[in-house]
């Protein structure tokens, strides 16, 4: 392995130890009633956000969706400012006013966060035919869930993007699987004629590759395929990420089912018990996977892991500190932002 690679696999690491104890600290938050209303947890696709993220150029657009945190991080947002937005304060990304549902910076090429299943896909549709337009090689990618391809927005958007070959990555991370939500009897997102996604894709001529989306080094590489077939102007290119995600959303299944992470089930420090989540410990977890990855090419690498962990948690800890000392915004600023700002 070169060294670009094994450099590569640590900063993949940093970022998705950060992502996870991000949402770690928002299930904490919520479950002491710190912030009110709902949260969509990224935990289990941390592999996904991350190595498609590390695809894109500057220049890229993205949309995404309820289920978020993951993409704005990996694109690089401050985390402060994104918890701060989730707790409603005045110095979050949105200024308090968009919270978990809309995080959102365009200045890192976020045309729109939604929360209405399947909208991602026509936003990214309408983006990559702006890219078309400024022909500058920049690209579209999409990042939404299998179920928005039950709506019908997807199926036009996926025709048009294929009929005008459009430069869109569409990113459907498809994390039903043994998602805890199914097996509590909530959305049943896997409700598709379809058995396999990539034919829904595929019958419109649009490349589809499958990936395990637990596989940042996969991930990585099949995005960075898409985007080079994107550039070269063959068109939009179709990927489903297989994810596994156990923790929960609120308020409907708020458990952080698998619990704080120990990185020590990656590390041997800790033994990984018989008990419900142990397959998922020891398969699907792509933050204790990668560690592991690291581990087996470099044995000497456990300290360095368990301090990296150390201080990202130390690191989410003063944020979490500093974002309940943050001011709410003021009443009397509450219809700001309504209409943009310094229009007549
Ligand atoms: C148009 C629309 N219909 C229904 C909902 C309610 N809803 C919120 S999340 C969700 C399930 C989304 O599943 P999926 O797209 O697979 O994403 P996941 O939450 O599994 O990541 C539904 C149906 C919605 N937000 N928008």
Same mark, same amino acid.
């Not at 048009?160 to 459907?172: D, E, K, Y």
């Given at each position: 392995?070169n060294?670009?690679?094994?450099?590569?696999?640590?900063?993949?690491?940093?970022?998705?130890?950060?992502?996870?104890?991000f949402?770690?600290?928002?299930?904490?938050?919520?479950a002491?009633?710190?912030?009110?209303?709902?949260?969509?947890?990224?935990?289990?696709?941390?592999?996904?956000?991350?190595?498609?993220?590390?695809?894109?150029?500057?220049?890229?657009k993205?949309?995404?969706?309820?289920?978020?945190?993951?993409?704005?991080?990996?694109?690089?947002?401050?985390?402060?400012?994104?918890?701060?937005?989730?707790?409603?304060?005045?110095?979050?990304?949105?200024?308090?006013?968009?919270?978990?549902?809309?995080?959102?910076?365009?200045?890192?090429?976020?045309?729109?966060?939604s929360?209405?299943?399947?909208?991602?896909v026509?936003?990214?549709?309408?983006?990559?035919?702006?890219?078309?337009?400024?022909?500058?090689?920049?690209?579209?990618?999409?990042?939404?869930g299998?179920?928005?391809?039950?709506?019908?927005?997807?199926?036009?958007?996926?025709?048009?993007?294929?009929?005008?070959?459009?430069?869109v990555?569409?990113?459907?991370?498809?994390?039903?699987?043994?998602?805890?939500?199914?097996?509590k009897?909530?959305?049943?997102?896997?409700? *598709? +004629? =379809?058995?396999?996604? @990539?034919?829904?894709? &595929?019958? !419109?001529g $649009? #490349?589809?590759?499958?990936?395990?989306?637990?596989?940042?080094e996969?991930?990585?590489?099949?995005?960075? *395929? +898409? =985007?080079?077939?994107? @550039?070269?102007?063959? &068109?939009? !290119?179709f $990927? #489903?990420?297989?994810?596994?995600?156990?923790?929960g959303?609120?308020?409907?299944?708020?458990?952080?089912?698998?619990?704080?992470?120990?990185?020590?089930?990656?590390? &041997?420090?800790?033994? $990984?018990?018989?008990g419900?989540?142990?397959?998922?410990?020891?398969?699907?977890?792509?933050?204790?996977?990668?560690?592991?990855?690291?581990?087996?090419?470099?044995?000497?690498?456990?300290?360095? $892991?368990?301090?990296?962990?150390?201080?990202?948690?130390?690191?989410?800890?003063?944020?979490?500190?500093?974002?309940?000392?943050?001011?709410?915004?003021?009443?009397?600023?509450?219809?700001?932002?309504?209409?943009?700002?310094?229009a007549?």
């Amino acid at each position: 392995m070169n060294d670009e690679i094994r450099q590569r696999r640590w900063t993949f690491l940093k970022q998705m130890m950060l992502i996870r104890r991000f949402e770690e600290a928002v299930a904490t938050a919520g479950a002491e009633k710190a912030f009110p209303g709902h949260y969509h947890l990224y935990i289990g696709q941390e592999a996904t956000g991350v190595g498609a993220m590390a695809a894109l150029g500057p220049s890229d657009k993205i949309a995404t969706t309820h289920r978020n945190h993951g993409h704005v991080l990996a694109r690089g947002a401050d985390p402060e400012a994104c918890l701060a937005e989730i707790m409603g304060r005045a110095n979050g990304i949105n200024r308090g006013r968009g919270g978990t549902i809309h995080l959102c910076d365009p200045e890192l090429g976020f045309l729109q966060t939604s929360g209405v299943v399947g909208s991602v896909v026509g936003l990214a549709a309408g983006g990559g035919y702006a890219c078309k337009l400024k022909g500058d090689g920049s690209l579209t990618a999409a990042f939404f869930g299998d179920g928005a391809l039950e709506e019908g927005i997807a199926f036009e958007c996926l025709n048009i993007a294929a009929l005008w070959g459009l430069p869109v990555i569409f990113i459907c991370e498809n994390n039903s699987a043994d998602a805890l939500g199914m097996a509590k009897g909530g959305y049943p997102t896997l409700v *598709h +004629a =379809a058995n396999d996604l @990539r034919s829904i894709p &595929g019958s !419109l001529g $649009i #490349e589809a590759i499958r990936v395990d989306g637990t596989e940042v080094e996969e991930v990585h590489r099949v995005v960075a *395929h +898409a =985007a080079a077939h994107c @550039r070269a102007g063959k &068109g939009p !290119l179709f $990927i #489903e990420t297989v994810t596994r995600r156990w923790a929960g959303s609120a308020p409907l299944w708020p458990e952080l089912a698998t619990g704080i992470t120990d990185i020590g089930m990656a590390t &041997g420090r800790t033994k $990984i018990d018989d008990g419900p989540h142990s397959y998922w410990y020891r398969h699907n977890d792509p933050v204790l996977k990668l560690a592991r990855q690291i581990l087996q090419d470099d044995h000497s690498a456990r300290m360095q $892991i368990e301090l990296l962990d150390e201080q990202t948690q130390a690191h989410m800890r003063a944020v979490v500190e500093r974002v309940h000392q943050s001011p709410y915004p003021e009443l009397a600023t509450a219809t700001d932002f309504v209409f943009a700002q310094g229009a007549a």
